[in-house]
Every structure is written in C-alpha cells, then in structure tokens.
C-alpha cells in the first residue's frame, strides 16, 4: 500500500494537502459555530435557520462551479471556492447581524458539519480520479478521506484548546470563539494558495460532443451520458444526507453541552477522537471493497453505523454515550471512499467533476433542510434527543434503497474480474 502512495504525482499530494487544509477549518468551525451564533444573541430556531440557508447558498455556489469546472477549469474553480470561503469566514467574524450572516453564509462557503460543503470535494475527486488508474483508486480515495478525517479531528481539538486557552488568558466567549472563525477565514488564503500550484495535468480532457437533443441539459448540468445515473445516485445521497443533516458535528457538540454540560475544549477533544476512528476506519474500505465490492463496502459498514446512531441519546451517562458515539464512527466513514470511487466509475471520465459536484449537491440540499427542524427541536429541551433516531432511521433506509438499486451495477474493475 505505501510503496504505491509514495509513486503518486506531486498533483495528488497537493490535493491531500488542500484537503487536509480545508478539514481543518470545518472541524475548527464545526466545535464554536452555534456556541458563537448564540453568543452573538440568535435564538435556536435563528441559527438553525441560519445553517439552513447556508447551506442552500452553498449548495448554489457548488452546483454552479462544478457544473463548468470541467469546461472553464478546475484549478481556477478550487481558488474561487476558496475565496468565497475566507470572505464568509471575515463577514461572520465581523457582523452580529443576522441578515448580514445569512448573506454572507449564503454567497460564501461556511460548513456547520465540519465535512465537506461547497464546491471542493466533487472537483478534487474528479482531479484524483483523473491522474490515478482504477486499481489504486478506492486506495487513494481511502487515504484522502483519512486526510480529511484526521484534520478534521485536529481543527475540533486545536479549537477547544483555542478557546480554553483564552478564556483563561480573560478573553470573553464569544471573542474567543470569534477567534476560531477568523482562523477559519485565513486558512481559506492558504488553500487558494495551494490551488494554484496544480498542474494541467488535473485538468480534464476535451471529451465527445453532446448529443444534439441533450446539448441545453448537458450545458445546463455538465452531463449527457451518465446523467441517468447520477440522478439516480443523487436521489438517494440526498435521503442520505437529509438524515445525516440531523447530526451535524455543531449540533451534536451542542446537544452534549446541553446534555452533559459539556464546554468546548472537552467538546474538541471528543470529536479529535470520533473523526480519528473515522479517518482511520476509512482505510479497510479499499480492502474490504477488493473482496466484496463497492456496493457492499457501502451498505454493510453503514447500517450498523445508524444503528449504533439510533442508541447515542438512550446512553444515560456522558461515559456511555461517547463510547456509542465513538463506536459508531470507528465504522461510519468506511463507506465514503467507497461511494467516492463508486461515483467516479460509473461515470464518463469527461463527467466526473459535474457528477461529483451535482451528487454533492443533492448531498448538501438533503443536509440543507434538516438545521431548521432541528432548531425547533432544540428549542424544547424533551425534544433535544429525537434528531438521533430521525437520522438513523432515514439513513437506514437510504442503506437498503442503495443496495437494491445498485448492487448488480459494477464499475469496470469489479466487471473485468472472473
């Protein structure tokens, strides 16, 4: 496995970088963002709002940067996004106003989950699918899911301990906070940096002209061939992600401060450890995938991951409940290198970054909607522990839909084994 990586192209380890660089500021953002709305004076249902709505804006700005990423250029699209990025970093450090917030996170790029949002991961997906062969492809994607994982765990951690560390130094919570998503708008400088450095070589190749029947779709979406498919995958990834968007890493660090009383450093150091047994969960994908394919990587990790979701809130000590949530993510990740290389190969090469962005988009619409009833939720303390058993349960149904739609369609290097 190590030999392999070490021959990777300098472009590939550019993208780890980027992706560990970004991870890092969603994980930081992720621990202090409601913490700091709050503080800021909005109410529960305002920032659940508030994440609603920006994460339909970034659901936007993806949908229209990766649909052209392809024909406009990669490189130029990556800077873009992470400019949009810092400038929502600034605005939120800047503004207490809740109309100027939902502008900013609306136009710019803000994750609440501390996971992917915005443009990003569909088009470096499609860069790494394009320099890598389809043998080593689930391996690359596993290895560029721990990068994240790890990072994201690092940005949770080193934001408590920001936030400790000047609180006792006599910096108010909320300026502490605040300082986290400053940090969050600098590194957003440092990742346009890295994307410049890419090469031609990530970018994509001029493929077949579209059919003149599709021509206004396929200028619309990016997509002519594979488009059946991809709407079929994004069905289902919204469901998904609608579940998952019930459980975001803000929310749930909120419901332990709200639970257990738990503050944010202690809050960092629990979710260090989720996305680290996560990162690492993420690197049998490639193995167990070799032997019992994509499809079932995806399916059979997943559903005893939302079962072990389901019993988080039924934990009646802080102990336990972490525990449940720590074996739960120790699976959790195992299916998302698996579902990124399974989308990268039922496409057509020429659509890769157009399926990977319009796939991300029905993931972050799904996720979009789910802060707004959760706020509610919040806002009841009896109420605090019901978005644990919606997530499981619609995430378990998206788990049986998905293996029977698709476990009888093989990307071509599960169809040219004997």
Known sequence: ??????????????????????LFAYGALSVVLVLYLVSLGLSEQQTGLLLTLTLVGDTLISLAITTRADRLGRRRMLIAGAM????????????????VLLLAGTIGVVSPSGQEVGPFLP????????????????????????????????????????TRFLQEAAVTPL???????????????????????LSRQTEAATGP???????TTTGLSGLDRS?????????????????????????????????????????????????????????????????IGLVRTMVFTH??????????????????????????????????????????????PDERAAAGGITGVARTMGAAISPLFVGLMFARPSLISLPFFIAGTLKIAYDLLLYRQFVSTLPPEEARQP
């Open 84 to 99: 949009l990025m810092t400038g929502a970093g600034l605005v939120f450090a800047s503004s207490a106003n809740p109309w």
């Open 1 to 22: 496995m190590l030999p392999r990586l070490r021959s990777l192209p300098r472009d590939t380890w550019l993208l780890f970088a980027t992706r560990f660089v970004r």
């Open 303 to 348: 559903l005893p991951s939302n079962v072990l979701l389901i019993l988080v809130p039924l934990m009646p000590s802080l102990p336990l409940a972490v525990t449940m949530l720590l074996a739960r993510f120790s699976i959790s990740q195992m299916d998302v290198p698996a579902r990124q290389s399974y989308v990268m190969a039922v496409v057509t």
């Open 175 to 197: 300026d502490s906070y605040r300082a986290v998503v400053i940090g969050y708008a600098a590194l957003g400088v440092v990742l346009a940096a890295i994307f410049a450095g």
């Open 227 to 291: 488009r059946t498919t991809v709407m079929k995958l994004s069905a289902l990834f919204a469901l998904d992600a609608f579940g998952g968007g019930f459980v975001v890493q803000a929310f749930t660090a909120y419901w332990f401060h709200l639970r257990f009383g738990v503050d944010a450093a202690a809050l960092g150091a629990i979710f260090f450890w989720t996305n680290i047994f996560a990162g690492l969960s993420a690197l049998l994908a490639s193995r167990l995938a070799a032997r």
């Open 123 to 162: 088009i470096e997906q499609a860069a790494l699918a394009h320099v890598v062969t389809d043998r080593t492809r689930t391996e690359v994607f596993a290895w560029y899911t721990l990068t994240g994982s790890v990072a994201t765990a690092l940005g949770a951690l080193s934001a408590g301990l920001a």
């Open 209 to 215: 002209a579209a059919k003149p029947a599709a021509a």
